[in-house]
């Protein structure tokens, strides 16, 4: 439990009160983790502070209009923002020696360890993005069509165009403020949910002939072995809406999607419909998330990911 929280206008005060600001994102970024990160950088560029982002891996092509400095080091951190991430272990090796020194986590996740010195959380919200809005306008900045687009970006790719179940009244509130202060949610949907790249497509082509349903096709699962992402040359992005596919199959109330790291490191991300919690099933293995959506990794062989997976997939559905 966290018990280190502040609320947002201490966030906002916090953030005012320091310069040479590092920004960290999770690992494996999604919109919302780098689109909070990059509204955060603008808002504090506003306030002629110096700051940039950093992220273990590479930030994907299609968030490049985000417009995000990247740190590589430019100045000496003095202060250490995290947006958007539960636990340090999602930093990624590559930046922990900054993860272990956070200052204020700005987050949504209700499984936050509190690892930050100080934690601005709200566990109800959809998206850190819906957040960051208040964060940013905590901080007296004017919200602009730059800032505009980086938290809409962020509020809706984690609500997956606002039809999630934890997308609340006040998400299409503060997303209008958002299309009023210039938003361009058309550029943005396009780019994020009218088009898929031909990857993208020849990993479900595989993925929809090798799924498997288990417990009376309450629960399918996908696996991605690494030599058929390696064969699609697949990157990250390539891969995010995959785990999308099973669970949104007529009956099925827990969708599993087990992708292949290395050898023996395996990435369950698990979906489910109002019937299971996926949070208490990746929680089985190690892992976190949100009540519908949520992951784990596990070190093992293919067979025992899926047995293990499974296990806690039968305990919830008798829940
Ligand atoms: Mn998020």
Redo the contacts with the bound molecule.
Sequence with gaps: MINNGISIENAAQMLLGADNILILCHKNPDG??LGSAAALMYALKSRNKICAVLCQDKIPEKYDFLGIDVYENQFVPEFIVSV?VADQKLFGDDVMVYGENVDLCID?HPSNTGYAKAVCCDGTLP??AQLMYSVVAAMDVEIDRTIANCLYTGLMT?TGCFKFSSTTAETHIVAAELLRCGAEHNFISERFFMSRSKKTIELEKYALNTMEYYFDGRCAVIVLPKDVLEKVNAQPSDIDGISAIPRSIEGVDVGITIRQINDNTFKISVRTTECANASEIAQGLGGGGHTRAAGCEVICSLEGAKNAILREVETALCR
């Design positions: 919302d983790t958007d949504h998206a850190a984690d």
